[in-house]
């Protein structure tokens, strides 16, 4: 069965580093990564979709990679800030394109 | 982007006793939804997907008897925990998805359920 595993429970890092956050895929080829911010007690919230035929995508600091051959995706903060801080969720979907299943997440804190 | 509600956003009750959960886009319709649990520190473990006029598909080991979906309209999704349990305690969280034409579409999540039964 599909597996989707983010390598670090927690991440810790100084105001001003890159963050840089991983997600490794088993058993499937997915067509698209999905990366989500999930704040306590909140739901996720959408941040950005990479493809399969593309290997970055940019949206202000935060930058995403695809490694098919790796099966890996790497989610990258620049400039990161306090604000940062929050659990980040990469997601792929399931065979049947309309689900989609979530890694366990990586809580960021970033100190000032 | 669009915007999904839920209600209650937090829930308290006795054990053995039903609760109502809703889901509603806001702005768009949405043919289908999910619904999620989590446990803390956990991610999130989809339980069935809300089809709209049709039955609700479950995913394994969920109990469809005991956490019954209904679809009712292209706006409203209703997940109702039957007999509730303390084991069933957890932070239910609803999803719909940009019904634009691209296959990638993202989905957007209500803001949560937090369901704890005594």
Excluded at chain 1, 62 to 70: G, S
Excluded at chain 2, 65 to 90: C, G, M, R, W
Aim: charged share 20%; proline share 5%; hydrophobic share 30%.
């Amino acid at each position: 069965s599909q597996k989707i595993e983010q390598n670090s429970e927690a991440l810790n890092i100084q105001e001003g580093k890159t963050a840089t956050l991983t997600c490794n895929y088993t058993n499937y080829s997915p067509a698209y990564l999905q990366w989500y911010r999930q704040d306590p007690g909140r739901g996720p919230v959408f941040l950005l979709l990479i493809r399969e035929n593309e290997k970055e995508k940019r949206k202000e600091r935060l930058k995403v990679t695809f490694d098919t051959t790796l099966k890996q995706s790497l989610f990258h903060i620049t400039a990161s800030q306090p604000a940062d801080s929050a659990t980040y969720l990469c997601a792929h979907p399931y065979s049947s394109a309309s689900k989609i299943i979530f890694g366990s997440g990586t809580r960021l804190s970033i100190r000032p | 982007g669009a915007v999904v509600s839920q209600h209650p956003s937090w829930v308290i009750c006795k054990s053995g006793t039903s609760v109502k959960i809703e889901c509603r886009s806001l702005d768009f319709q949405a043919t289908t939804m999910f619904w999620y649990r989590q446990f803390p520190k956990q991610s999130l473990m989809l339980m069935a997907t809300s089809n709209e006029g049709s039955k609700a598909t479950y995913e394994q080991g969920v109990e469809k008897d005991k956490f019954l979906i209904n679809h009712a309209s292209l706006t409203l999704s209703t997940l109702t925990v039957t007999s509730a349990h303390p084991e069933d305690s957890s932070f239910y969280i609803c999803s719909a998805r940009d019904p634009g034409p691209s296959s990638y579409n993202e989905q957007f999540f209500g803001p949560g359920t937090r369901l704890t039964v005594l």
